[in-house]
C-alpha cells in the first residue's frame, strides 16, 4: 500500500487492548517527536452527529460530504454506498499535522503490525502473516517475531519509533 505518511496497524481479538494500548502508545511517541494520528475501525455504524442539527439536516437533504468546523477543530462526514479502503482513509491526513498513521483493526490489510494476545483469551493466537512484525503479549510465547511486553509501553514505543525511524530514512520500502 503506498501513501506518504507511513502507517502502522496495532491488531488482535476484541478484548486484546488495542484502544488502551493505543492511548497510552499516542503521548509517548508524540514525546519522541512523532506526530501521530489514528484510523481506528469499527463494525458499528458509526454517527457522530445528531439528529436534527444543522450539519445533520445537510446530510439528511442529501450532501455527500459535510464539514463542521468551529475556531480550534473540524470534522468531514462523508456519506458512502460502500466500505472505503485504508489507503484512501490514510490520504486524507493533513501531512503538515501526521508524521505517522497508527491504524487500529484492519488485520487483514497489507501494513507492517503488531498483533496483540493475552493470556486470559479463550483464542489461540490468530495466523500470523508476513506483516506482522511483533507480537505483545502479558505471557512468554516461541516465535520468530519480535515479542514485546504488552504492558511495557517504553519498549512498543521503542519498536514502533525504531521502525518509523528506518522507514522515514528510507531504507524500507
Not at 74 to 95: K, N
Not at 112 to 132: A, F, G, T, W
Amino acid at each position: 500500500m503506498k501513501t506518504s505518511i507511513p502507517l502502522f496497524g496495532i491488531t488482535g481479538y476484541s478484548g486484546s487492548g488495542k484502544t488502551t494500548l493505543l492511548e497510552k502508545l499516542i503521548p509517548e511517541l508524540i514525546s519522541r517527536g512523532i506526530r501521530v494520528s489514528v484510523i481506528k475501525h469499527s463494525h458499528h455504524n458509526t454517527q457522530i452527529d445528531k439528529e436534527g442539527k444543522d450539519s445533520w439536516r445537510m446530510k439528511d437533504a442529501g450532501s455527500a460530504q459535510v464539514i463542521l468546523a468551529c475556531d480550534n477543530r473540524w470534522a468531514m462526514m462523508t456519506e458512502t454506498t460502500t466500505s472505503v479502503s485504508l489507503e484512501y482513509l490514510a490520504q486524507q491526513f493533513d501531512h503538515r499535522l501526521t508524521d505517522l498513521v497508527l491504524v487500529e483493526g484492519f488485520k487483514q490489510e497489507p501494513i507492517p503490525k503488531i498483533l496483540l494476545h493475552r493470556q486470559e483469551m479463550n483464542k489461540s493466537l490468530p495466523n500470523i502473516d508476513e506483516n506482522v512484525l511483533a507480537i505483545a503479549a502479558d505471557y512468554s510465547l516461541e516465535t520468530d517475531r519480535t515479542l514485546l511486553n504488552i504492558n511495557h509501553i517504553p519498549q512498543i514505543a521503542d519498536f514502533i519509533e525504531h521502525w518509523y525511524r528506518q522507514k522515514t530514512n528510507g531504507n524500507y520500502s
